[in-house]
């Protein structure tokens, strides 16, 4: 009874080649990963988060949020990109778990990344659904009642119709195929980075000193929880290595992608807390849409619609690359026995996981459409970094029970870099989540370990292939 049985990286490369029936199109260069990250990482994140971040924790003291955040995910990303070098199959830390800490451990990650995932995407389509409504009243167009989030007071019930459509909208343009998501994500990376440097362009000749006084009301404690918060922002570049297995050259462009998003969104966010939080005095930041009420506070109403549509774009964009790397998580877990078969069905025509590409939309939709967003960012962020710490420990132990092994990228400084990795994500986790959190994930993780041992654990292809 070996709960922590491992799949050598050489029979997961080997499966992933002889696999029979329909496989996933390798159509991914280098532009379209580091889109992807970038996809995935820069929407709801930076254009509402920032929000809570500075009005709430940080002032504009959130700017070391941002840092903290990024440094905490630097040393990770070290690690995904070494291992995604190694191993180039879909999964992300699900998979590279399952080499080196056992079926169990990656069984957590995997049920950690089908929430992350999937609730990733949730406060997307609820942010996407606010500023549709705030972008249309603009033009004094207002959506009929059942059409936007609305609230029952009889029945204390919440349902925005609005952000469940979108969700499964955007999953059938996913499940049409990777190549299409792909173009079409591109597209709108380009778009919402575009609206970020307008804001930044628009707001520094307005930079006032005063605003920045005081600088951090909240002290270390302030900064630290505006970075749990703000760490939503960041979360999307390890998505990138979902998609290895469409990847044209996964050991050579992963790494790419992955350290040049992370590389570019950090540069992106600290510029936009720095105009922020010169532009307008923290207490009057606006919590859920804190670009454009920015905006709209100094006169610039003309101007602000456009970061509401910026919001709009890169919530599409992080619901599409969510839906992605959730389907294949989906996917590789199937595949791997721990979930049902029919769960790993690729289309014929498509070559994508489109059965469970639709299935996560609807689901998602469901949850986006019926749950808060603090709730949904909680979650999300919990699940991100515990499959971060576990990513750091298999670089570690490889590096020590596998040296030889090529390796298209080594990670610099193994392993006090992973180790770095590690204990920043735990001071986030410990010092960003309350007990409630903590009960919800809890109960999570009850839920998923007795999915494993009702199902995975008798269908393991690991076990299947050990009692041989």
């Known amino acids: ?6 799949r050598s990286i050489d029979t997961l490369t080997r499966e992933t080649e002889e696999a029979q029936g329909p496989r996933l199109r390798r159509a991914l260069g280098p532009w379209s990963l580091i889109a992807f ?8 994140g930076i254009f509402a988060s920032i929000g809570p971040g500075i009005h709430t924790y940080a002032g504009p003291a959130v700017i070391f949020s941002f840092v903290l955040a990024a440094v905490a995910c630097v040393f990770s990303a070290f690690a995904y990109a070494e291992i995604s070098s190694m191993v180039p199959v879909a999964g992300s830390a699900y998979t590279y778990t399952y080499a080196t800490l056992g079926e169990l451990t990656a069984w957590i990650i995997g049920w950690n990344l089908i929430l992350e995932y999937a609730l990733s995407a949730a406060p997307d389509a609820n942010i996407l659904s606010q500023n549709v409504q705030n972008f249309l009243s603009g033009y004094n167009i207002h959506l009929p009642l059942w059409a936007t989030a609305f609230y029952s007071p009889a029945s204390h019930t919440y349902f925005d119709v609005f952000a469940f459509l979108s969700c499964v909208a955007v999953a059938a343009l996913v499940a049409v195929g990777i190549r299409e998501s792909a173009a079409t994500n591109s597209v709108l990376v380009v778009v919402k ?37 703000v760490f939503f922002a960041f979360i999307g570049f390890d998505a990138i290595t979902t998609t290895a297995e469409e990847a044209k050259n996964p050991q050579r462009d992963m790494p790419l992608a992955i350290l040049g998003s992370l590389g570019l969104g950090t540069l992106f966010y600290i510029a936009v807390a720095i105009a922020l939080t ?16 920015s905006l709209q506070s100094i006169g610039l109403g003309r101007i602000a619609w456009i970061m509401d549509a910026g919001a709009v774009i890169g919530a599409i964009s992080i619901i599409l690359t969510a839906f992605i790397g959730q389907a294949r998580i989906f996917y590789v877990m199937a595949r791997d026995g721990l979930l049902p078969k029919s769960v790993a069905t690729i289309h014929p025509v498509f070559r994508t996981p489109a059965r469970m590409t639709m299935i996560t939309g609807l689901v998602v939709g469901v949850l986006a459409a019926m749950l ?32 030889d092994r090529p390796r298209r990228f080594r990670s610099p400084y193994v392993p006090v870099f992973p180790a770095l990795g590690i204990v920043l994500s735990l001071v986030l986790i410990f010092y960003g ?36």
């Open 37 to 44: 990250g970038l996809g995935s990482m820069v929407g709801g």
């Open 372 to 403: 808060d967003l603090n709730t949904l960012l909680d979650f999300v962020n919990i699940g991100t970094l515990t499959a971060f710490i576990c990513v750091c420990a298999g670089v570690i132990i490889l590096r020590y029970t596998q040296p």
């Open 278 to 293: 010169g532009l307008v005095p923290a207490a009057s930041v606006n919590e859920n849409t804190p670009l454009s009420s």
């Open 433 to 468: 989540t309350g007990w409630l959190v903590w009960a919800r994930f809890g109960a999570w993780l009850i839920l998923g370990l007795i999915v494993y041992a009702l199902y995975g654990y008798r269908h393991s292809e690991a076990r299947k292939s050990q009692s041989v």
């Open 193 to 229: 980075m575009g609206v970020l440097i307008l804001f930044v362009a628009i707001a520094i000749p307005f930079f006032h000193p005063l605003n920045w006084r005081p600088f951090s009301p909240h002290g270390v404690h302030g900064i630290i929880g505006a970075a749990f918060i």
């Open 1 to 6: 009874m070996n709960l922590f049985v491992t």
